[in-house]
C-alpha cells in the first residue's frame, strides 16, 4: 500500500505563485510516472502536469509556460510550481502515481487564486 501526503495549497491574489508538494511513503516497489491533476467545481478532473521516471514532462496547454513539475526520486516526492497563477486555476490539486501494476490518488489540495 502507498499513501501519498499533498501540501502547499492555499488562497493566493492572481499573478502569485504557489509550490505543492506530494510525498509518498509505504511499500514503493517501483514508481513510474507521477502526476498533478485538478479539478474545479462543476469540472471533470483533468490532468495538470506529468512527469515520467526519466524525467519527460507533459502539460495541459492551460499551464504551460506557468507551471513546473518535477519530482525527487530519493525522497518518493512530486512537487508543482505554480507561477503566474490565474482564477481559473482555482481548483483541488490531486497528486497521482503510478507503480507497477497499480496506480494511487491523494487525497488533494485545495488551490484558491482570488483577490
Known amino acids: 500500500q502507498v499513501q501519498l501526503v499533498e501540501s502547499g495549497g492555499g488562497l493566493v491574489q492572481p499573478g502569485g505563485s504557489l509550490r505543492l508538494s506530494c510525498a509518498a511513503s509505504g511499500y514503493i516497489f517501483r514508481i513510474n510516472a507521477m502526476g498533478w491533476y485538478r479539478q474545479a467545481p462543476g469540472k471533470q478532473r483533468e490532468l495538470a502536469a506529468v512527469?515520467?521516471?526519466?524525467?519527460?514532462?507533459n502539460y495541459a496547454d492551460s499551464v504551460k509556460g506557468r507551471f513546473t513539475i518535477s519530482r525527487d526520486n530519493a525522497k518518493n516526492t512530486l512537487y508543482l510550481q505554480m507561477n503566474s497563477l490565474k482564477p481559473e486555476d482555482t481548483a483541488v490539486y490531486y497528486c497521482?502515481?503510478?507503480?507497477?501494476?497499480?496506480?494511487?490518488w491523494g487525497q488533494g489540495t485545495q488551490v484558491t487564486v482570488s483577490s
Open positions: 512527469i515520467t521516471s526519466v524525467g519527460s514532462t
Open positions: 497521482r502515481v503510478n507503480t507497477v501494476g497499480n496506480i494511487y
